[in-house]
C-alpha cells in the first residue's frame, strides 16, 4: 500500500461504454496527477492538479474528463474510448512542487474492447 | 527539448553481479533527478532522488546513485543483484516547470 489508491485495479470496457477511474490519497498532498502508461511507449502526462485546480492538460482527447472535488480525490472519466486507449493508467500525487518525488498508485489497467 | 536518456532498454546480470543502469539527461534539465522502480502489475516507487547536496544518494533495497554534472549523468548501482530486483527501473528529472521529464525505461532482468 503506497498512501494513493486506485479504483478498479483491472476494467474492461466497450467503445460506447462510460466507466470512471478513481484516485485517492490522505497523505496531506495537494497536487495530483494522471498518467498514461502504454507498452513500449514513455510514461504520459495527462492531467495535473494543483489545490485542486486542473493547470495542465496535455491535449488529451475530451473523451478523457478528469475531476478533482478536493485535495484527496482524483477521478478519469471514460467514454466512448478507442481501442489505442487500452493502457495502464496511474494516478501520483505529490506535495508542492513535487521537488520530492511523486507517490503513485498501483494503476488500473483498462482494456477497450 | 530537455531530456532524460536511459541507456538500453533491456539489461541482464547475474544474481550477486553488480547492477549499473546508466541515466543522461540534458544540461537544460535542473538537478532534481530521480530513479523510480515499477514492479510487474505495480505503479512506480520512488528509489531515490538527488535535488541538492551531497551528489552520492542512497536509496531502498541497496541502490545508490550518483549525480556527475560534468557527464551529465545519474546513474543507478547496487553492488550485488537480488532475484527480487528484477523490474522496470525509470529515470526522471524535473524540469524547470517542475513537471517530471521520464526516461523510457529500464528492465533488469536477473539471471540464477
Known amino acids: 500500500e503506497t498512501g494513493v489508491t486506485q479504483t478498479p485495479r483491472h476494467l474492461v470496457m466497450g467503445m460506447t461504454n462510460k466507466k470512471s477511474l478513481k484516485c485517492e490519497q490522505h497523505?496531506?498532498?495537494?497536487?495530483m496527477y494522471w498518467y498514461k502508461q502504454s507498452a513500449k511507449k514513455p510514461l504520459e502526462l495527462m492531467f495535473v492538479?494543483?489545490?485542486?485546480?486542473?493547470?495542465e492538460n496535455n491535449s488529451v482527447p475530451s473523451r478523457f474528463s478528469p475531476e478533482c472535488p478536493n485535495s484527496s480525490h482524483l477521478f478519469l472519466h471514460l467514454h466512448t474510448l478507442q481501442p489505442e486507449d487500452s493502457a495502464l493508467y496511474l494516478c501520483?500525487?505529490?506535495?508542492?512542487?513535487?521537488?520530492?518525488?511523486?507517490?503513485f498508485g498501483s494503476g488500473t489497467r483498462l482494456t477497450v474492447v | 527539448a530537455q531530456s532524460v536518456t536511459q541507456l538500453g532498454s533491456h539489461v541482464s546480470v547475474s544474481e550477486g553481479a553488480l547492477v549499473l543502469l546508466r541515466c543522461n539527461y540534458s544540461?537544460?534539465?535542473?538537478?532534481?533527478l530521480f530513479w523510480y522502480v515499477q514492479y510487474p502489475n505495480q505503479g512506480l516507487q520512488l528509489l531515490l532522488k538527488?535535488?541538492?547536496?551531497a551528489t552520492l544518494v542512497k536509496g531502498i533495497n541497496g541502490f545508490e546513485a550518483e549525480f556527475k554534472k560534468s557527464e551529465t549523468s545519474f546513474h543507478l548501482t547496487k553492488p550485488s543483484a537480488h532475484m527480487s530486483d528484477a523490474a522496470e527501473y525509470f529515470c526522471?528529472?524535473?524540469?524547470?516547470?517542475?513537471?517530471?521529464?521520464w526516461g523510457a525505461g529500464t528492465k533488469l532482468i536477473i539471471k540464477p
Open positions: 497523505l496531506g498532498h495537494n497536487a
Open positions: 501520483a500525487s505529490s506535495l508542492g512542487q513535487g521537488g520530492n518525488g511523486y507517490t
Open positions: 544540461s537544460s534539465v535542473p538537478p532534481y
Open positions: 538527488y535535488t541538492t547536496g
Open positions: 492538479y494543483s489545490l485542486e485546480e486542473r493547470v
Open positions: 526522471a528529472g524535473m524540469d524547470s516547470n517542475y513537471q517530471l521529464i
